[in-house]
């Protein structure tokens, strides 16, 4: 077994182990035939030991600090994620750093491969939005070789690293108290990947609203995105149908949309619907949407910020855990069944409006 090292071994710390040249190392390392077999061997032997493992891009530097971060989302085609993606690159371009993204596809395997070449290159720090549990254990390595770690919009408890998160749980209960407001009591919660913890306190400030309503939770909540729509219309043409939804992010929202389009079910006649994450295109919808909204640059800025600040820092002070929650809005549109009662409204006082002049108008004939 290779033991731990303090800091990152060096070609240099090879060939002191090994007993020869810092040329020779590199040789071996490059696959040279210019060596002899036992001299290899002892190189080798070194490397296993010290955990040395060969960095392209600190060779390429020729021993210049990285000016690179890397930047891991689930999926690139989630708006949400894209945008925290182009925040990112900017704030970091602006510092003099580039950004290598890369995208998980929500595979654990994909995520733990990616992690794997992070950590052979010579990466400054690494952003990441985690697809799964399982990347905890070499994100703790990572910041055992001393490389800063921010964790975005999902974290987990225990880890080294900075965390910028948003209000799940009060933007739930925004959400599910405006669908009360208008007289909802049969509101469904639907959507997936409850085992983040964003996804957890979106659930958690759904039964919030719920319980402090005096209304009964229920749910659909499922392993993948594409199975919500399906499961929500089956709940839609059970005898005791909900009369509003709150999906927990726009995944969710959108397959239940076009399952809803599908199948002819109107909104909001048939169903209101609040979703948690606004998007380019909500506002355009047939029925626009209202929607709680993430400042998803904000997070990608915040990220950014706190993770170069991470690395400008020595490593002797890089054990600063920050952990940054940011506001969330409720966006009101006609998804929810607002656009009836703005009508009502505006109706009502239009009439009140008309009752004012009409009366104006007689004082002043009468004057």
Same mark, same amino acid.
């Given at each position: 077994?290779?033991?731990?090292?303090?800091?990152?071994?060096?070609?240099?710390?090879?060939?002191?182990?090994?007993? &020869?040249?810092?040329?020779?190392? !590199?040789?071996?390392?490059?696959?040279?035939?210019?060596?002899?077999p036992?001299?290899?061997?002892?190189?080798?032997?070194?490397?296993?030991?010290?955990?040395?493992?060969?960095?392209?891009?600190?060779?390429?530097?020729?021993? /210049?600090? +990285?000016?690179?971060?890397?930047?891991?989302?689930?999926?690139?085609?989630?708006?949400?994620?894209?945008?925290?993606?182009?925040?990112?690159? %900017? &704030?970091?371009?602006?510092?003099?750093?580039?950004?290598?993204?890369?995208?998980?596809?929500?595979?654990?395997?994909?995520?733990a491969?990616?992690?794997?070449?992070?950590?052979?290159?010579?990466?400054?720090?690494?952003?990441i939005?985690?697809s799964?549990?399982?990347?905890?254990?070499?994100?703790?390595?990572?910041? *055992?070789?001393?490389?800063?770690?921010?964790?975005?919009?999902?974290?987990?408890?225990?880890?080294?690293?900075?965390e910028?998160?948003?209000?799940?749980?009060?933007?739930? %209960?925004? +959400?599910?108290?405006?669908?009360?407001?208008?007289?909802?009591?049969r509101?469904?919660?639907?959507?997936y990947?409850?085992q983040?913890?964003?996804?957890? %306190?979106?659930?958690?400030?759904?039964?919030? =609203?719920?319980?402090?309503?005096?209304?009964?939770? /229920?749910f659909?909540?499922?392993?993948?995105?594409? =199975?919500?729509?399906?499961?929500?219309?089956?709940?839609?043409?059970?005898?005791?149908?909900?009369?509003?939804?709150?999906?927990?992010?726009?995944?969710?929202?959108?397959?239940?949309? %076009?399952?809803?389009?599908?199948?002819?079910?109107? &909104?909001p006649?048939? &169903?209101?619907?609040?979703?948690?994450?606004?998007?380019?295109l909500?506002?355009?919808?047939?029925?626009?949407?209202?929607?709680?909204?993430?400042?998803?640059?904000?997070?990608?800025?915040?990220?950014?910020g706190?993770?170069?600040?991470?690395?400008?820092? !020595?490593?002797? $002070?890089? $054990?600063?855990?920050?952990?940054v929650?940011?506001?969330?809005e409720?966006?009101?549109?006609?998804?929810?069944?607002?656009?009836?009662?703005?009508?009502?409204?505006?109706?009502?006082?239009?009439? *009140?409006?008309? /009752?004012?002049?009409?009366?104006?108008?007689?004082? !002043?004939?009468?004057?």
């Open positions: 077994m290779p033991r731990k090292p303090s800091r990152i071994p060096t070609i240099a710390d090879v060939a002191r182990e090994s007993g &020869v040249g810092s040329m020779t190392v !590199s040789r071996v390392v490059n696959g040279g035939k210019l060596v002899n036992k001299t290899a061997a002892r190189v080798r032997a070194a490397i296993r030991k010290l955990g040395y493992e060969p960095n392209e891009a600190a060779r390429i530097l020729k021993g /210049q600090s +990285a000016r690179t971060i890397a930047l891991i989302v689930p999926d690139l085609a989630d708006t949400f994620f894209s945008i925290c993606a182009h925040a990112v690159q %900017q &704030v970091a371009a602006k510092h003099g750093y580039m950004t290598l993204l890369l995208a998980s596809e929500r595979d654990p395997e994909s995520e491969k990616e992690l794997a070449m992070i950590k052979s290159r010579n990466i400054a720090g690494i952003l939005v985690p799964n549990p399982n990347c905890v254990s070499q994100l703790e390595e990572l910041r *055992a070789r001393g490389i800063p770690v921010v964790m975005l919009d999902r974290t987990f408890p225990g880890l080294d690293a900075g910028v998160t948003v209000e799940n749980v009060e933007g739930a %209960q925004k +959400a599910v108290n405006h669908l009360i407001d208008h007289g909802h009591t509101i469904l919660c639907a959507g990947d409850s983040f913890n964003s996804i957890g %306190q979106r659930i958690e400030g759904y039964e919030k =609203a719920m319980a402090e309503a005096g209304l009964r939770s /229920q659909v909540v499922v392993d993948e995105g594409t =199975a919500v729509g399906p499961k929500v219309l089956q709940k839609i043409r059970s005898p005791k149908p909900p009369t509003a939804l709150f999906s927990l992010n726009n995944v969710a929202t959108i397959q239940v949309l %076009q399952t809803f389009q599908k199948e002819n079910i109107h &909104v006649e048939d &169903v209101a619907i609040v979703g948690f994450d606004d998007f380019e909500a506002p355009l919808l047939a029925v626009p949407l209202t929607a709680v909204r993430q400042p998803a640059a904000q997070l990608g800025q915040s990220a950014t706190i993770l170069l600040d991470w690395i400008q820092r !020595s490593p002797d $002070s890089r $054990s600063l855990h920050a952990h929650v940011l506001p969330t409720l966006i009101i549109r006609r998804s929810c069944g607002c656009e009836s009662i703005r009508r009502i409204r505006n109706d009502r006082n239009d009439d *009140a409006s008309r /009752q004012k002049t009409e009366t104006n108008n007689l004082s !002043s004939l009468a004057s």
